[in-house]
């Protein structure tokens, strides 16, 4: 299943926190990752405050708007995240990432992805998906973007006509579909 | 539920090169009905490639609509190859509409002002987000600079101008390009067709053109012309503004102000005043800098660059001008080379002192700027043509 790829490095001794995803999935994180995720953090430290364990241990976090996959990925591109997050300082380090937020896969996948990110405040993470889904409509056409969401045009014909004309110098050189 | 993606594999790029191969459907679930056209699903899976190639000429009927569980394996074309924690994925696949307005506002600051508009047209709600959203004028700013005048945005007309709609104005005018010949024609062309809109005919060879706004200024022989150049039609004409040809012109960002450069030497300010159907213009000042045909000038507040053949630039400060030009006075600074021959690359530093009021000003206490001011006169040649 997806999350066991996505468990922590046993080897690892720092803390760990449990998170309970909307599917009833649990994940056992690193509290450094965990930690990224200001709603967790938020949760954890008001959690500590009240006592109410010993130490974070054996604290579950409910998570109900976030799906185990999508909680998933979040961790692991968490783990990636030193690296990927530095500041491109030349093209060739700008390509790299660019590549690298490629692989986020589908825009389905990217707004789950987008919209899970907000819900935890995760600022990295939701700057990375949203610039990775940005990416993919980069230089295309009207009706690629639309394929692209599944967004149905609900202009009427006069209306995109007029849209159309008016944003008539957006359109040179975009790519075939 | 499974539905491991063995769709595309291909990044963008080679998709491109894959266009070209049959439409495969492929069954998915997914909630979405796609009214697509026939074209765009020429996406296809390499693994599907026993199918026959089509010719990219063959476009199938525009429009055909498939329904809930039809879905086409090009909508997921960008599906990378993903790692094995990704098979469960949840049912619901929400759209980039779903999310709420401020996180699409923050997708769309990742966007680049043509794609910006490409996604204004894409649907009503997209539409409302895109064209208002605060980047555009970030993008009119970085390319432009903040608008000089008082913007209609400042000054709270009553039809207020969005950035938006600024920005798309000077895109367009941005398309177009002059040129002007000795065949006695200026020619507006439009950018993207590559075609001749509008010829503009002088009575002698064109020597110089300086566009501003939906204006062009052009020497002909020894004649300024002010044209309109969306209608072609003349706005108004300067007779005469130098002895012998006007070989050069410049003008202010505001496009008040016009600098001409001539044949014998001098040099030339306008103040050009619109009204509705003409421009009145007065003549601010005159400048003798050169003892030989002015062939270049370039205006960067307040700094007006003038290149003459006799081997000088000069370099004037208007600022002065700038302010209280009322009319016509004219003043003088008559140029005294007393080093007899020096290097061309040098600047022409001695101006007669009693002339204060034509702002001319000694290199040596403003050597910085005006290097700067060089610079960006170089960097005008570069671009002139827009």
């Known amino acids: 299943m997806s999350n066991t790829s996505e468990n922590p490095n046993p080897s690892s001794s720092s803390a760990k926190i449990t998170l309970k995803t909307s599917d009833n999935e649990l994940f056992e994180v690193e509290e450094a990752v965990a930690m990224k995720f200001c709603t967790v953090k938020q949760y954890f430290e008001d959690e500590k405050d009240n006592d109410v364990a010993a130490r974070g241990s054996s604290t579950v976090i409910p998570l109900p708007n976030v799906h185990s996959a999508v909680l998933a990925r979040l961790i692991s591109y968490c783990k990636k995240l030193p690296q990927s997050n530095a500041v491109a300082d030349n093209h060739e380090e700008e390509e790299t990432k660019k590549k690298e937020r490629k692989q986020y896969g589908t825009p389905g996948d990217l707004v789950d992805l987008i919209s899970a990110a907000n819900y935890l405040d995760f600022k990295e993470g939701l700057e990375f998906f949203n610039q990775a889904l940005a990416d993919h409509i980069q230089n295309k056409s009207v009706e690629y973007v639309r394929k692209f969401f599944g967004i149905k045009g609900d202009f009427e014909p006069h209306e995109e006509e007029k849209y159309r004309e008016e944003y008539a110098w957006a359109f040179e050189g975009v790519d075939e579909d | 539920m499974e539905f491991v993606c063995q769709e595309g594999t291909e990044d963008s790029k080679k998709l491109v090169s894959c266009v070209e191969n049959s439409c495969v459907e492929h069954i998915e679930p997914n909630q979405f009905n796609y009214k697509l056209k026939a074209k765009e699903t020429a996406l296809s899976n390499l693994t599907f490639d026993s199918k026959p190639e089509n010719e990219r000429s063959v476009k199938p009927k525009p429009v055909s609509k498939f329904h809930s569980k039809k879905a086409i394996v090009s909508s997921n074309k960008s599906k990378q190859p993903l790692?094995?924690?990704?098979?469960?994925?949840?049912?619901?696949?929400?759209?980039?509409?779903?999310?709420?307005?401020?996180?699409?506002?923050?997708?769309?600051?990742?966007?680049?002002?043509?794609?910006?508009?490409?996604?204004?047209?894409?649907?009503?709600?997209?539409?409302?987000?895109?064209?208002?959203?605060?980047?555009?004028?970030?993008?009119?700013?970085?390319?432009w600079g903040l608008p000089i005048a008082p913007t209609p945005l400042d000054s709270g007309f009553s039809n207020e101008k969005s950035w938006k709609e600024l920005y798309a104005e000077r895109e367009f005018r941005s398309n177009t390009m002059y040129s002007g010949s000795w065949d006695m024609t200026v020619r507006v062309w439009d950018r993207f067709s590559m075609k001749c809109l509008t010829v503009l005919r002088h009575s002698d060879w064109v020597w110089g053109?300086?566009?501003?706004?939906?204006?062009?200024?052009?020497?002909?022989?020894?004649?300024?012309?002010?044209?309109?150049?969306i209608s072609g039609t003349l706005i108004t004409i300067i007779c005469s503004a130098h002895v012998g040809n006007t070989y050069s012109v410049a003008r202010s960002h505001t496009g008040n102000y016009l600098f001409t450069g001539g044949e014998d030497g001098a040099i030339h300010m306008f103040k050009i005043a619109r009204h509705c159907t003409g421009a009145a213009v007065s003549q601010v000042s005159t400048w003798i800098p050169h003892s030989g045909p002015v062939h270049s000038l370039a205006f960067e507040f307040p700094w007006l660059v003038s290149a003459s053949s006799d081997g000088k630039l000069s370099l004037i400060d208007v600022r002065k001008l700038l302010g209280t030009c009322k009319g016509k006075s004219i003043s003088r600074t008559k140029h005294v080379d007393k080093n007899g021959v020096e290097p061309p690359q040098r600047m022409q530093a001695d101006l007669c002192p009693k002339k204060k009021k034509a702002g001319c000003l000694p290199i040596s206490k403003s050597w910085n700027e005006a290097e700067n001011s060089l610079l960006l006169v170089a960097s005008r040649h570069l671009l002139s043509g827009v």
């Open chain 2, 83 to 143: 790692s094995d924690d990704d098979d469960a994925l949840p049912n619901f696949r929400p759209s980039i509409t779903d999310l709420p307005a401020a996180l699409i506002s923050e997708i769309l600051n990742c966007l680049d002002p043509k794609e910006l508009g490409i996604v204004s047209c894409v649907s009503e709600s997209l539409h409302r987000l895109a064209s208002e959203h605060h980047v555009w004028k970030e993008f009119y700013c970085e390319r």
């Open chain 2, 209 to 229: 053109l300086a566009p501003h706004d939906t204006t062009v200024a052009s020497t002909s022989g020894s004649d300024v012309y002010i044209w309109d150049s």
